[in-house]
């Protein structure tokens, strides 16, 4: 559950012009968001699918362990209208219900929050005329799907928010996207929260744009802009980005920037990453390729401090054949399983970087370096909002084991033949037991910072650290 007086703190990076094609960012990072304790939380983690091609999709305890191992903390479950609504033949299924609580409570368990995403799928009467026009009753059976989810869920603090229409439509329309947008869909939305309100007026509202017809596009991104406010709290802005073109990345960010600012709201990436061609898991080049920008999305994600979910979270037992390259996937396991394990390594190690989870303060800037395999963070501390979390993983970017600067006071290191952390070094009156290795969920958890209320640089590098050999030439 989020706060809003501390939500409505969280603006938007501004970015800089392009120069040579390395985008400048400004050094204070204001995306993200605040948990109910007000730390600065990063919203990290993967697209929860409840069915596929192939059927029902249902994860067990462990599934979502991986997902923490891999720097989860925010799951989106997917909704599917069919299962919640009236539309057509459709009518609401208690047991679908049942199975989104479950995967809610597992998450709980983990240490995942929740977010809820509609999608139309299933729903053969649905049209998006009829949603956008208020024609057949259409909004009101839209309303009535949520409510079954805001009902169920409006005392649960493990749910934070909710995505409330996916990837909307023009289609056929003759409307322009500004019209449509403008006219149309933001006062969807305005009915949308009106709606959940009295169930619920502390979660987050997550909203998309227009998802573009096919052939049009703006910088190689098919979302239409957002040009006039929602004017309603607890927004944040939940765009979809799926790029290979590097040169791409930075500019249709800056635009959705842009938008974030005109909405007064955060960034959240609601699904990211470019689906993949199969024929990529058997190629050492298509793979290079996606690492490659791939790499440069993530560096801009921690540049700009923005939330990241990634689409899916899921086995290769079904594909799309929509891309010239032939049959493609947005399942990060490449084994036949819902529940795959076999990783999409060339992706997942991309993913699951180093990154603050939640940090006590206020997180200034941070990147994750993936040549040197160094995070870099900056923080001001505030010790009074309790523990922070920073997720390593450890067992895949550090097999050499790590070390931990936190500034000039302590410096901690793990070896991957022992157990937790060892102290290389501590000023006085520091406490080196606050800072605990959880190596279950690949985490560093920090009690309190050594100092309060001040700037402090955290640096994780890889290796057992050892003052440098004097006699070692550069």
């Known amino acids: 559950m989020m706060k809003q007086s501390l939500l409505r703190t969280l603006l938007f990076t501004l970015l800089l012009p392009l120069f040579a094609n390395n985008v400048v960012f400004a050094q204070d990072i ?46 989106v479950v997917r ?20 199975r989104l609580k479950r995967a809610v409570r597992l998450g709980r368990e983990a240490g995942i929050k929740t977010v809820f995403k509609l999608t139309v799928y299933g729903a053969k009467g649905f049209s998006w005329p009829d949603l956008y026009f208020n024609q057949n009753n259409a909004q009101e059976k839209y309303f009535n799907a949520w409510r079954h989810i805001w009902d169920a869920f409006k005392d649960n603090d493990a749910v934070i928010g909710y995505d409330l229409v996916n ?63 929602v004017n309603r709290k607890n927004i944040v802005f939940a765009p979809h980005i799926y790029q290979e073109y590097i040169d791409y990345i930075a500019p249709t ?38 690492i490659e920008f791939y790499i440069r999305t993530a560096e801009i994600f921690d540049q700009m401090g923005v939330g990241s979910i990634k689409a899916w979270f899921l086995g290769n037992r079904s594909y799309q054949n929509f891309l010239p390259g032939g049959e493609s996937t947005w399942a990060i396991f490449s084994d036949k399983h819902a529940d795959g394990t076999v990783e999409r390594k060339y992706i997942t190690d991309i993913i699951a970087r180093p ?27 505030d010790n009074s909002k309790g523990a922070s979390r920073i997720f390593i993983g450890a067992d895949r970017h550090y097999p050499d084991g790590f070390s931990i600067h936190v500034g000039d006071d302590i410096i901690l ?6 157990t937790g952390l060892r102290v290389y070094s501590s000023k006085a ?22 100092t309060n209320d001040e700037i402090v640089n955290v640096r994780i590098e890889p290796g057992i650290y050892r003052e440098p050999d004097p006699s070692a030439k550069n």
């Open 79 to 98: 909704l599917e209208l069919g299962k919640l609504s009236t539309f057509g033949n459709s009518t609401f299924q208690p047991e679908y219900l049942a």
């Open 355 to 381: 990154y603050p989870q939640y940090i006590a303060g206020d997180i200034k800037n941070f990147m994750f370096h993936f040549a040197t395999r160094t995070l870099d963070l900056n923080i001001k501390t």
């Open 429 to 450: 009156n520091t406490k080196p037991s606050d800072f605990i290795w959880d190596a279950g969920r690949q985490q560093l958890v920090v009690l309190a910072w050594p």
């Open 253 to 290: 960010m800056e635009r959705f920037d842009k938008e974030a600012d005109l909405l007064q709201a955060p960034i959240l990436v609601g699904e990211w990453g470019f689906p993949t061609l199969l024929t990529t898991d058997k190629s050492v080049r298509e793979q290079l390729h996606y």
């Open 30 to 75: 204001k995306h993200g968001l605040r948990d109910d304790v007000g730390r600065h939380m990063i919203p990290r983690g993967f697209v929860v699918n409840t069915n596929d091609a192939g059927g029902e999709v249902n994860f067990a305890q462990e599934d979502y362990v991986r997902m923490v191992r891999m720097g989860a903390n925010v799951q």
């Open 413 to 418: 290191t793990h070896s991957p033949v022992r």
């Open 167 to 229: 990837e909307p439509r023009k289609k056929e329309l003759t409307q322009s996207y500004d019209e449509l947008t403008s006219d149309y869909l933001i006062p969807l939305y305005e009915k949308i929260i009106d709606a959940a309100l009295p169930y619920s007026d502390e979660k987050l509202f997550l909203i998309q744009t227009v998802f573009m017809n096919k052939g049009e596009a703006i910088n190689r991104n098919q979302y239409a802009e957002i040009k006039k406010r």
